[in-house]
Nanobody, 122 residues
Framework: QVQLTESGGGLVQPGGSLNLSCTVS????????LGWFRQVPGKGREGVAC????????WYGEDVKGRFTISRDVGNRTVTLHMNNLQSDDTALYYC???????????????WGQGTQVTVSA
């Protein structure tokens, strides 16, 4: 059974940092690549960062390159998104997901967590 549980969202000031963590069920962690996606009201869900289960390669969205880092912890079966220099445009509901398709140009999610809210505001 695929289960993903996010934590770590909250309110942060512009320029601040926040870490999101996702605990993943064993079946999902062993079989799928993993990623973080985000969505704001009225817009579609967009990819933020993904990490391959095959070779640990990573993909980042253009808006977060140089500010966000994704990492996998095999022992704890978690995937973490480290977010630095957060801006108001980063405000969104962030989802952890298994990745159906991992490409150089982006990644596509298929199983989703419940989401965790990140709000960047002074």
């Amino acid at each position: 059974q695929v289960q993903l549980t996010e934590s770590g969202g909250g309110l942060v000031q512009p320029g601040g940092s926040l870490n999101l963590s996702c605990t993943v069920s064993k079946v999902a962690f062993d079989y799928w690549s993993l990623g973080w996606f985000r969505q704001v009201p009225g817009k579609g869900r967009e990819g933020v960062a993904c990490v391959s289960s095959v070779d640990d390669s990573k993909w980042y969205g253009e808006d977060v390159k140089g500010r966000f880092t994704i990492s996998r912890d095999v022992g704890n079966r978690t995937v973490t998104l480290h977010m630095n220099n957060l801006q108001s445009d980063d405000t969104a509901l962030y989802y952890c997901a298994t990745v159906l398709l991992f490409q150089v140009t982006g990644c596509t999610g298929n199983h989703w967590g419940q989401g965790t809210q990140v709000t960047v505001s002074a």
